[in-house]
T-cell receptor, first 120, second 109 residues
Framework: DAMVIQNPRYQVTQFGKPVTLSCSQTLNHNVMYWYQQKSSQAPKLLFHYYDKDFNNEADTPDNFQSRRPNTSFCFLDIRSPGLGDAAMYLC???????????????????FGSGTQLSVL | GQNIDQPTEMTATEGAIVQINCTYQTSGFNGLFWYQQHAGEAPTFLSYNVLDGLEEKGRFSSFLSRSKGYSYLLLKELQMKDSASYLCAVMDSNYQLIWGAGTKLIIKP
């Protein structure tokens, strides 16, 4: 009963060739996130959507774009992948944004299984 | 700057107990999370602490001291499947999640 589904599991692309990673969720959560995680490093938030409201992190390169056509789906587009973009890309969801929920609610992230991107 | 410190790697024996520490310096505090991440897989939620003290959940417990900027994750009766990375993440005053790089836990028979 996968709740956050990422496709593909492994993606190989060529230097400079655009690539799209996809994420879907069956949780009906309002918020969807994209993280980049390199080996033995902390996940790095790229951006998130609250419903259709897009929020970009200040240090996310312009090379990374995202689309959320509906509640269930979210896409990560890398326009011109470089060797430094090889990483695990994690999609996550949450029911709401932290700070908008009641104090009794423990909000947590639900992650997909990730897409491991290789750039040749 | 904001910072989360965890040991890079720890080794423990099957059946034993291990404590994974996390210290943090953040602008404000709105809770601390522990996630487990098996190699090549996504993180999964383990625990959330916002008040001082110990939260126990089966074989796993998590402790928080806000005055010391310190938390630990305690794993009892270790099993081979507990071999994973354990990520500490703190929510700051802006409700941004600050992640540690994780502690790789190796369990030996």
């Amino acid at each position: 009963d996968a709740m956050v589904i990422q496709n593909p599991r492994y993606q190989v692309t060529q230097f400079g060739k655009p690539v799209t990673l996809s994420c879907s969720q069956t949780l009906n959560h309002n918020v969807m996130y994209w993280y980049q995680q390199k080996s033995s490093q902390a996940p790095k938030l790229l951006f998130h959507y609250y419903d259709k409201d897009f929020n970009n992190e200040a240090d996310t390169p312009d090379n990374f774009q995202s689309r959320r056509p509906n509640t269930s789906f979210c896409f990560l587009d890398i326009r011109s992948p470089g060797l430094g973009d090889a990483a695990m890309y994690l999609c996550a969801t949450s029911r709401g944004l932290y700070g908008t929920l009641s104090p009794a609610t423990n909000e947590k992230l639900f992650f997909g299984s990730g897409t491991q991107l290789s750039v040749l | 700057g904001q910072n989360i410190d965890q040991p890079t790697e720890m080794t423990a024996t099957e059946g034993a107990i291990v404590q994974i520490n996390c210290t943090y310096q953040t602008s404000g505090f709105n809770g601390l999370f522990w996630y487990q991440q098996h190699a090549g897989e996504a993180p999964t939620f383990l625990s959330y602490n916002v008040l001082d003290g110990l939260e126990e959940k089966g074989r796993f417990s998590s402790f928080l001291s806000r005055s010391k900027g310190y938390s630990y994750l305690l794993l009892k009766e270790l099993q081979m499947k507990d071999s994973a990375s354990y990520l500490c993440a703190v929510m700051d005053s802006n409700y941004q999640l600050i992640w540690g790089a994780g502690t790789k836990l190796i369990i030996k028979p």
